[in-house]
């Protein structure tokens, strides 16, 4: 009793939590595949567990949907505890990576098996899964059969069997993975104006950075078994806990230092290529001095341009002379390699706005402030 | 840098040696084969064939007029009590291996560590290894009124049973022979089988019986057809085991079509005629095998 009087407390925060992960451990034939989970999904928000092949984020969904049991900890869902509570009486549907569409079933079928199952009335099974199959656009596909369908269409038969059961979550495991890109930037859309309609939990599992940080409300990134970082798209760009997460999500240039005297804010830290630099401390991080950090510096947020006399005057705390190595002209933007005379090779993205390019080989000035210069945790 | 482009196209072949070249190779590839066929299966049952039309046709007669007198001989109960017979011991044997073989096969498959997957098989093909003559024949020893199964029946006080030279004996001898057949194609269809649509099943709502009746059975449904098939045409000519084990009330079609020929009656224009619609049957089963059947647990 005590203990549902403690999570009373907990949720005082007046959002209602539909999963709950609490201290969760998954060992695999004695190795550990998911360490010391702890996770909060909110009702109605679009969930994404983000991070690199086997860092545990599709058995993490598994243990959600209950495919798995967790060697320790405990997984709640709208409060209830899912301990010995088997996949088929959890109030979660999957949208499997592969679809996993029954292949002797008509598209129709597929999407009335869970309603059949739950001994749905005849009217309603129909009115519902005409409903399901028309929020995905495959209400003229209703007798065709899984092996006559592309793979966007069984994507979308396989959301609207999921769909269709009005579950409290709906757990997507790698679901556009298996489609082309066009298709799949099409899906993406659908997924989110589907989730903004039905006002269903999402929780989605994917390696893509790019699909977590369009779709989701709050990311989760994973890394060899534990949560690094939870947070909006943008606090887990802008803000990263860890180097791994500044490396993972988008493109960065990491670079190990060694914290010196602080000034305020900002804290100058020396690379061990002698490298000054002015950098902002991760929130975390206790700014004692000769401790070793790791740099992160994204590379649209330096400025680059000509190293010409008028040039010299730039109010930033990261200004640097050196010599431009290489240009990747891409439409919108360009990718610079800029080399410093202390060696490090920098790279900097600047978006197109004029048609003047710099040319290899000339001397060249970057500039970024002390706040875009985070000190990460090795 | 302008060299000549070397003309990779084949040379071409006069048009007359075209139709040449493309009969040619089949030809000599399936000549052996298909004289083998020709000689030894296709011109005998062509025999056989003439003899089932010529009434009353034995060894030494001239080829009397042809008729259809042998087929509508075989109306007459006697003989259709034979086929009937034929069949109910054809069909029960497939129900029975059917019904025992996809527990076994289905265990081994999905439940048994993986690692002892293929020695469980091995076990079952065991039995194969030797003459199925010599298992009727230890069937006879078990099932003989002063035999294994009574004298233990005896020991736990139960009535003793008078199976052998009757139908019972030649269900429990045939389900025996064929029972490995019907696991190792079971086990290949229910092995191949998605655990994931099991897993979508359970994600549905589905109770692991749900999901058995719903998606475990539909799936492997071509596996089911080709083990019963396969069984099926096996057990419609069985010879050994019937002869064995259910003595003079259990006379099967095979028995039948060896009296005609080789018994007392030498009627082979009946015999024939009986052969044709054995022939019949079995080729009517073979093509609901290859329409229906798992081609790849065959």
């Known amino acids: 009793m005590s203990q549902t009087v403690i999570r009373r407390d907990v949720a005082e925060t007046d959002t209602m939590l539909d999963v709950e992960m609490r201290k969760v451990f998954k060992v695999y034939n004695g190795e550990t595949a998911v360490r010391n989970i702890d996770l909060d999904i909110r009702q109605g928000e679009f969930f994404s567990i983000l991070g690199p092949s086997g860092c545990g984020k599709t058995t993490t969904l598994r243990m959600i949907a209950g495919f798995e049991e967790p060697t320790g900890g405990e997984v709640l869902i709208r409060g209830q505890s899912m301990a010995n509570v088997p996949p088929y009486k959890r109030p979660v549907n999957t949208v499997f990576q592969s679809y996993a569409l029954f292949g002797h079933m008509s598209v129709w079928d597929n999407v009335a098996f869970g309603l059949r199952l739950k001994d749905c009335p005849k009217s309603e099974l129909q009115q519902r899964v005409g409903e399901a199959l028309q929020l995905v656009k495959m209400d003229s596909f209703a007798r065709r059969f899984p092996a006559q369908l592309s793979g966007g269409q069984q994507q979308r038969v396989a959301l609207a069997r999921a769909l269709v059961n009005r579950p409290t979550v709906v757990l997507l495991d790698e679901p556009l993975g298996a489609l082309d890109l066009k298709l799949r930037k099409e899906m993406q859309l659908e997924l989110t104006s589907l989730h903004r309609d039905l006002g269903v939990t999402f929780v989605m599992v994917t390696h893509d950075q790019e699909e977590a940080l369009s779709l989701s409300d709050r990311i989760a990134v994973m890394n060899i078994g534990k949560i690094e970082q939870i947070g909006t798209p943008s606090e887990i760009y802008e803000q990263p806990c860890t180097a791994f997460i500044a490396d993972f999500i988008g493109d960065t240039n990491l670079m190990q230092a060694e914290l010196q005297t602080s000034q305020g804010e900002t804290v100058e830290a020396i690379t061990p290529s002698g490298l000054r630099l002015w950098v902002k401390p991760q929130a975390s991080l206790q700014a004692d001095p000769a401790r070793e950090v790791r740099v992160s510096i994204r590379p649209e947020k330096i400025r680059i341009g000509e190293a010409t006399a008028a040039s010299q005057s730039v109010d930033q705390a990261n200004c640097y002379e050196g010599t431009l190595k290489h240009a990747m002209y891409l439409g919108t933007h360009t990718h610079y390699q800029v080399e410093l005379p202390s060696g490090d090779m920098i790279t900097v993205f600047q978006t197109n706005r004029s048609s003047e390019q710099l040319q290899p080989g000339m001397p060249v000035q970057i500039y970024w402030s002390a706040s875009d210069s985070l000190a990460l945790p090795v | ?298």
């Open chain 2, 1 to 298: 840098m302008t060299t000549i482009s070397p003309n990779l196209a084949e040379p071409p072949v006069p048009s007359w040696q075209r139709p040449f070249k493309k009969l040619l190779q089949p030809t000599i590839l399936l000549a052996p084969a298909g004289l083998w066929l020709l000689l030894l299966l296709v011109f005998p049952t062509l025999l056989i064939l003439e003899l089932s039309l010529i009434p009353g046709a034995r060894l030494g007669n001239p080829p009397g007029p042809y008729g259809l007198g042998n087929y509508i001989e075989l109306f007459k109960p006697v003989y259709l009590q034979v086929i009937w017979r034929s069949l109910y011991f054809a069909l029960g044997t497939t129900i029975v291996c059917l019904l025992l073989g996809f527990p076994v096969a289905y265990w081994i498959a999905l439940k048994a560590p993986s690692r002892w997957r293929n020695l469980l098989l091995v076990g079952f093909i065991l039995p194969l290894w030797t003459s199925s003559l010599l298992r009727a024949y230890a069937w006879i020893t078990i099932l003989r009124s002063s035999g294994l199964l009574n004298s233990m029946l005896g020991f736990f006080g139960l009535p003793g049973q008078d199976w052998l030279n009757r139908a019972p004996a030649v269900f429990i001898g045939m389900s025996y022979s064929y029972l490995p057949y019907m696991v190792l194609i079971l086990y290949a269809s229910l092995e191949k089988l998605d655990r994931r649509l099991l897993e979508a099943a359970a994600d549905l709502g589905a109770t692991p019986q749900q999901s058995f009746w719903r998606v475990t059975v539909p799936q492997t449904l071509p596996g089911i057809a080709a083990g019963g098939l396969l069984v099926l045409i096996a057990t419609l000519g069985e010879f050994a085991v019937p002869e064995l084990l259910g003595g003079a009330s259990s006379m099967t079609v095979s028995r039948l079509i060896y009296n005609q020929f080789l018994g007392a009656t030498r009627n082979w224009g009946l015999g024939s005629s009986i052969s044709m619609i054995l022939i019949l049957g079995v080729s009517i089963s073979i093509a609901l095998l290859l329409k229906y059947g798992d081609r790849d647990a065959i």
